[in-house]
């Protein structure tokens, strides 16, 4: 590469001549390469107008996650029950953006210039891409578990969204989950939290979560980090600090890292609480979750009726999704040496599930 | 045909905004022979600047140029960290990065994601109304074609001063330039300066486009800023007519290309970063086989 800037007119020879021919046939055929492989995807898209209009939705899942699996397998469900099958009268393009703004970026970029009927965005950032790729070209956005669409700029409001999207929020079920620390944990005094402070959705659920704790009698102690690797160190700040259990919520980060607080928690002998029922499953005392599933069995409900006509995405309100169902892991219990308060006698045990 | 004119179009328009990235890249990489790890944390930094700027009503032209400088800025600090203070150019390039994420956050006041929907951007305001509607849809193809290539004229005219003269000796032949009694050590922080403000202006483009800036979204920059310059260089390594920054410039959209064929094609996502490695490793080799008639070099990459 040192020679870029070298004029080569002094040092050309007879076989740099002919290289020079060969790489032009590689170029050529690189270029022939593309353009054939471009016209397959077009006869591909072209086919299967066949009778009854097969209408194409892209569906863009920001991160492979849980969580937001569970929503897209709601998402599928809720639109058959509406009765658009994928494959029959739909036809569901599914792209992960591996956790990469450029990805998600590109994919909803070109989905909207292969003019789908709709795109779906799962996840805030993924639906930020949609809305941004589909602006222009009008067509309608489904986002779900998105948990503040206003400040993430994509609806004016959450009663009439005005641009072509709407969607379902989850709101994390932060007053239950605080009773159920109580009635778990009567004596307890202070809660420890992990957040990851470049989350938005950590950030304000922390804010939401200090406010209500007052009214439960608890005092939260928090630890914020910024990548995986400080989660171990945060958590074991937490306990050190006296606390007599640690709550999650929806943090990814911390979410996936949660093995390091579990380990942390148990060399103090206290619990952690989670925010989801995987969560509880891997470890967690027990936890207020929101179903993921029926999340997206909602939107997928949503997208149906947009797709038949019935109203605009963006006169349809953002349905916000806050029914939780509380579980618990009997094998967590047991060892903790603590009683199952009476009034959670009936949540399902997660330990059992797995 | 529309489908693909605008799987096309999308291909040009984000290949010559990664471009400017990639041209910068060139500048550390190639010429200063500086693998220069601050560009994750630069790319963001330019998105981060545009949208605290655009967010509060500032001019976006005003916002890019701000935003080249703060990049500017940025690479200066990794050359004086190199320079200055002895410290290797892997490590201060990975020391910048990791403070950048905290200055974009304070520049963002905290937020990951920061949104500006409809505000005033490059591309829907000033020049772009002048636009005949039916160009509309090609605007920011437009807009970006010009910004890169306006990039790469500027590049090239500077590489031709005798600024620019010294900062190429400086990756071959350190020795010259201190022959001439110019200090090598100025020149890398001029080529790391010239290099994150293209990569700023880069990210600042970009956050035009999607009228958001995400926190995160310098993840793998680097490495798609050495694909691009990488298979620009290889496949058109022997064509003396193309200038190197126009061979980045064409990496960058064949790198583009690549993606949205793949992805067109159905494959799953999760194959995107071992189809870029192939490719990758397809540009290295193709090279060295095209260059079988000369005598064997040993690549410098």
């Known amino acids: 590469m040192k020679r870029f800037f070298d004029n080569p007119a002094g040092s050309k020879s007879n076989k740099s001549n002919s290289n020079k021919r060969r790489s032009i046939a590689a170029v050529i055929i690189t270029v022939l390469i593309f353009s054939l492989i471009f016209t397959m995807v077009s006869c591909n898209q072209q086919s299967g107008g066949n009778g009854t209009k097969v209408l194409n939705i892209g569906v863009i899942q920001f991160a492979p996650h849980p969580s937001l699996d569970n929503c897209y397998e709601g998402f599928v469900q809720g639109l058959k029950e509406a009765g658009f099958v994928d494959g029959e009268n739909i036809k569901i393009d599914f792209q992960n953006a591996q956790g990469e703004m450029s990805n998600s970026d590109m994919i909803a970029k070109n989905m909207a210039a292969s003019k789908y009927d709709m795109i779906v965005g799962i996840a805030t950032p993924a639906a930020m891409s949609a809305y941004s790729a589909a602006k222009d070209n009008d067509i309608p956005v489904i986002f779900t578990a998105v948990s503040d669409p206003v400040a993430a700029g994509i609806v004016k409001s959450l009663e009439r969204p005005e641009y072509n999207v709407t969607g379902t929020s989850d709101v994390l079920p932060l007053e239950a989950q605080l009773k159920m620390i109580r009635a778990f944990l009567p004596e307890a005094r202070k809660i420890g939290v992990v957040y990851t402070t470049s989350e938005p959705n950590s950030v304000s659920h922390l804010s939401q979560f200090r406010e209500l704790a007052g009214k439960y009698g608890f005092e939260i102690v928090e630890a914020g980090v910024t990548s995986a690797s400080e989660v171990a160190a945060a958590a074991m700040t937490v306990v050190s600090k006296g606390v007599d259990c640690i709550n999650n919520f929806t943090d990814n980060n911390v979410v996936n890292n949660l093995s390091s607080v579990l380990h942390a928690a148990d060399g103090a002998g206290i619990p952690v609480f989670g925010s989801e029922v995987e969560q509880v499953k891997n470890g967690c005392l027990a936890s207020e979750s929101i179903d993921y599933v029926s999340l997206g069995v909602e939107t997928g409900k949503m997208a149906a009726s947009v797709l038949k006509g019935e109203t605009k995405a963006s006169e349809m309100a953002v349905k916000l999704i806050s029914d939780s169902t509380p579980v618990y892991n009997s094998s967590v219990l047991e060892r903790l040496g603590l009683a199952l308060p009476a009034e959670y006698e009936g949540a399902e045990d997660a330990a059992a599930a797995k | ?301």
């Open chain 2, 1 to 301: 045909m529309d489908i693909i004119i605008g799987i096309m179009r999308n291909i040009l328009e984000e290949g010559f905004i990664y471009g400017i990235m990639a041209m910068g890249v060139y500048i550390s990489y190639s010429v200063l022979h500086f693998p220069d790890l601050s560009v994750d944390g630069t790319f963001p930094l330019g998105m981060c600047v545009t949208a605290a700027l655009i967010s509060s009503g500032v001019n976006p032209y005003v916002a890019c140029v701000v935003a080249f400088i703060c990049g500017a800025c940025a690479g200066c600090v990794t050359g004086l960290l190199h320079v200055k203070l002895r410290i290797t150019d892997l490590l201060s390039g990975i020391l910048v990065m990791t403070a950048m994420w905290s200055v974009n956050l304070v520049i963002t006041r905290g937020s990951a994601v920061v949104p500006f929907y409809n505000k005033d951007t490059i591309f829907n305001s000033g020049a772009v109304s002048l636009l005949p509607d039916g160009l509309y849809a090609w605007r920011i193809l437009l807009i970006s074609a010009v910004a890169a290539i306006a990039v790469k004229l500027i590049l090239d005219l500077y590489l031709k001063t005798k600024s620019g003269l010294l900062l190429r000796a400086t990756g071959d032949n350190q020795q010259f330039v201190k022959s001439v009694s110019r200090d090598p050590g100025t020149m890398k922080i001029i080529g790391l300066t010239i290099g994150n403000g293209c990569t700023a202006l880069a990210g600042s483009i970009l956050s035009q486009v999607s009228e958001s800036a995400n926190i995160n979204s310098g993840t793998g920059m680097v490495v798609m800023g050495l694909a691009s310059v990488i298979i620009g260089t290889s496949i058109f390594k022997r064509l003396s007519i193309l200038k190197p920054t126009a061979m980045v410039l064409t990496g960058s959209v064949l790198y583009r290309a690549c993606l949205a064929v793949a992805m067109q094609l159905g494959l799953p996502t999760n194959y995107l970063k071992l189809l870029m490695a192939v490719i990758f490793t397809f540009a290295l080799v193709a090279n060295n086989v095209l260059a079988k008639g000369k005598k064997y070099e040993t690549p410098e990459y």
